[in-house]
């Protein structure tokens, strides 16, 4: 025994009996007052405490190994939350524009349709993230993560099996950005995503992705751009007061088809794949595919076009070039669009690019 303090019940290993130390001689010796009252020196590598005598310090012993393990806890907490996070390829080729990304990336990159897929959001920003990430369960939403992301910096929400994949196809992620210094102040992000579960398993679902150096299925919740939208009046209050004269814009605005596909300010991407349009296919001739994939175009270029957006992207695919063919020829019919082959390193040769100019 090494260690003792002036109150402490102890008991003799060389003799019957025992005392409480009433005195610390040296490192070494003791005085004990022994039960009839009398103190003796004793030898402190003779004496073993008596737990039972004194729950104080048998409760402080307890405590101290609560203690190292709720620190340990904490610690370990820490770690595991260290590992959900880390930083972009900001300056990797071909890396996405600035904004906020919704990933699922596959573990065995070689396997693409097997494995487990960790669930990762993305804030390719210059601004801190607070977000909440929300998914859908049937009629109640449930909050499955919540917390903070560093300025161009991923989390890992939850890593997913493949039977898993149907829960996180529908919810919606909610932010604020914050940073010290700034010349605008961004607008909260509200960004509601809907994936179709079929399209996890479609090699051609997963695209490189710049920023994450892995091949993901991607959504972009918004570009860094779209959440800037209204900054100008907003900054100018801001800067001059609220008794500014800044003419006034209806905030409040309904919401259209095209926004579904929104990917920036003005900007759309809509892919015109029937699995993304229709669940099943079973029954449908070509013809009938054909139909709804042509309706949907017009659709969505009517309501980008009422919306005043200025670019949208349709991924029409490779095939055999009828469905492209068939939205150039139906583009004559569209007085100040123009259409151009979209970036080949991001949409390989299936997709058109088709621009809206203002009207004269």
């Known amino acids: 025994m090494t260690n003792v303090s002036i109150g402490d019940k102890v008991n003799f290993l060389s003799s019957v009996g025992g005392g409480k130390v009433t005195k610390i001689i040296d490192s070494r010796m003791v005085m004990v007052e022994i039960e009839d009252g009398f103190e003796v020196p004793c030898l402190i590598s003779d004496l073993v405490l008596d737990y039972r005598l004194q729950p104080s310090r048998q409760q402080q012993i307890v405590d101290t190994v609560q203690k190292e393990i709720k620190e340990k806890e904490l610690v370990q907490q820490q770690q595991a939350e260290d590992a959900r996070h880390g930083g972009l390829r900001r300056f990797a080729k071909e890396?996405?524009?600035?904004?906020?990304?919704?990933a699922f990336v596959p573990h065995e990159q070689q396997w693409l349709l097997t494995g487990a897929m960790d669930v990762v959001l993305v804030n390719h920003t210059p601004y801190e993230m607070l977000y909440t990430f929300t998914i859908k369960e049937e009629d109640r939403f449930a909050n499955v993560d919540y917390g903070q992301i560093e300025k161009y910096e991923k989390v890992t929400v939850e890593t997913i099996s493949r039977d898993d994949l149907e829960y996180w196809c529908n919810g919606i992620v909610q932010a604020v950005f914050t940073a010290e210094t700034s010349d605008v102040v961004l607008l909260p992000l509200n960004a509601p995503f809907a994936l179709r579960s079929n399209r996890f398993f479609k090699e051609g679902s997963y695209l490189m992705s710049g920023?994450?150096?892995?091949?993901?299925?991607?959504?972009?919740?918004?570009?860094?751009?779209?959440?800037?939208?209204?900054?100008?009046?907003?900054?100018?209050?801001?800067?001059?007061?609220?008794?500014?004269?800044?003419?006034?814009?209806?905030?409040?605005?309904?919401e259209a088809p095209i926004d579904r596909h929104r990917t920036g300010q003005g900007e759309a991407t809509v892919d015109l794949h029937i699995g993304e349009l229709v669940d099943n296919i079973m029954g449908l001739s070509s013809h009938d595919m054909f139909k709804i994939q042509m309706d949907y175009f017009k659709k969505m270029l009517d309501s980008a076009i009422a919306a005043e957006?200025?670019?949208?992207?349709?991924?029409?695919?490779?095939?055999?070039?009828?469905?492209?063919?068939?939205?150039?020829?139906?583009?004559?019919?569209?007085?100040?669009?123009?259409?151009?082959?979209?970036?080949?390193?991001?949409?390989?040769?299936?997709?058109?690019?088709?621009?809206?100019?203002?009207?004269?």
């Open 95 to 102: 890396a996405e524009k600035e904004g906020v990304y919704l």
């Open 211 to 254: 920023v994450l150096g892995e091949k993901a299925v991607t959504v972009c919740l918004s570009e860094l751009v779209a959440l800037k939208h209204g900054d100008d009046d907003f900054n100018k209050i801001m800067k001059e007061g609220i008794g500014s004269q800044a003419p006034k814009k209806d905030l409040i605005k309904k």
């Open 309 to 360: 957006y200025t670019k949208v992207t349709f991924i029409h695919g490779v095939g055999n070039g009828v469905l492209k063919n068939a939205i150039i020829e139906e583009l004559k019919n569209y007085k100040n669009t123009e259409n151009k082959m979209a970036s080949i390193a991001k949409f390989g040769v299936g997709a058109i690019d088709v621009v809206i100019n203002e009207k004269k």
